[in-house]
């Protein structure tokens, strides 16, 4: 039992599937070790709405975490929860329920944060800046640059110079720092996490055909392909700037271990299109591990018993590797 990691696990917007898809989770793999960070009443009340019969116990810090329960840090929502309903009330709620797993993790209490799906705008209605969890991370982390990946099962990797911008905003943010930091740290995440002696990482342009040589924008050729170039002096196999709209053909990413596209909907739609539901969110270049599932809230289906596990699972798996 003890070579399965601890996970710190917070379920989300409580209005969401993420309480159920922890249950469900917890009762279909009883083999994990899982301290949920959640109002325990949340918890009973979704396993008892699932008909589910599972063990939520208490936990305090310290306590051994084993296998076949599903322990519980207890935090306290700010109004009660109705599936389906967003609350502003309850957006501190889960803003702590994130930062109090990252103490648990960050104090060794637990090998790695497994994160559920929160909900952006009723955060930011209840007056909390807040752009996603990736941000969030950073700040606690006190870091200027994380990378977000977006993993499938298949091996396709996707990692983000930009996240959460209005896409107007996107081409200001495409610096050669930006650019640069996001292919080290994916290059020196694939080689320590992942095992891979030695990555290849696709870099997209910016602009269709990425660029066509400065007809159709600058900022290939004078941000994006000088980041690269500073990459392979380094050591780092990049290859770009390649064209969003070829570089995943089968045999291009047959080449690389890893593709880095510029922003948010340029990568993620055809990583989704290709694993949806077993795909994993991954935060690189922070000082412990996180994963996360790879959809939303799913308002329109909470609390009708029909929300599927299997993501949050996908992550829970990519988490203990990672350990490992």
């Not at 694993?275 to 790879?294: E, Q, Y």
Request: hydrophobic residues 45%; proline residues 6%.
């Amino acid at each position: 039992m003890m070579d399965i990691p601890v996970l710190a696990l917070t379920p989300g917007e409580p209005a969401g599937i993420g309480p159920e898809c922890t249950i469900k989770l917890a009762h279909e793999h009883p083999e994990l070790r899982l301290i949920a960070v959640a109002d325990p009443e949340l918890l009973k009340d979704t396993a008892n709405k699932l008909d589910i019969d599972i063990n939520i116990a208490p936990w305090q810090q310290g306590e051994t975490v084993t296998s076949g329960q599903l322990f519980c840090y207890p935090q306290s929502l700010l109004k009660p929860a109705v599936a389906g309903q967003l609350d502003p009330a309850n957006a501190e709620y889960v803003i702590q329920t994130i930062k109090t797993a990252v103490r648990l993790v960050r104090s060794g209490q637990a090998g790695a944060l497994v994160t559920g799906p929160v909900h952006k705008g009723v955060i930011n209605d209840a007056g909390i800046a807040f752009s996603g969890h990736t941000e969030l991370l950073a700040e606690l982390s006190g870091l200027r640059k994380v990378v977000m990946m977006l993993a499938s099962d298949d091996k396709l990797r996707v990692s983000l110079v930009t996240t959460h911008l209005p896409l107007r905003d996107v081409p200001d943010a495409i610096t050669f720092d930006n650019v640069l930091r996001t292919i080290q740290i994916t290059y020196a995440a694939l080689r320590d996490q992942f095992a891979i002696s030695q990555p290849s990482i696709q870099v997209l342009g910016l602009n269709p055909h990425a660029g066509e040589g400065g007809h159709l924008g600058s900022e290939d050729a004078e941000i994006i392909e000088k980041a690269i170039l500073q990459c392979r002096s380094e050591g780092i196999n990049a290859i770009g700037p390649v064209p969003a709209d070829t570089a995943f053909t089968h045999s291009r990413l047959a080449q690389c271990d890893a593709v880095i596209a510029m922003y948010h909907d340029q990568g993620l739609p055809v990583l989704k299109h290709a694993g949806f539901g077993r795909s994993v969110n991954i935060t690189l270049g922070l000082p412990f591990i996180r994963t996360s599932v790879d959809h939303g809230t799913a308002l329109d289906i909470a609390g009708q018993n029909r929300a599927d596990a299997s993501s949050l699972y996908a992550a829970v798996v990519a988490a203990q590797k990672m350990c490992r």
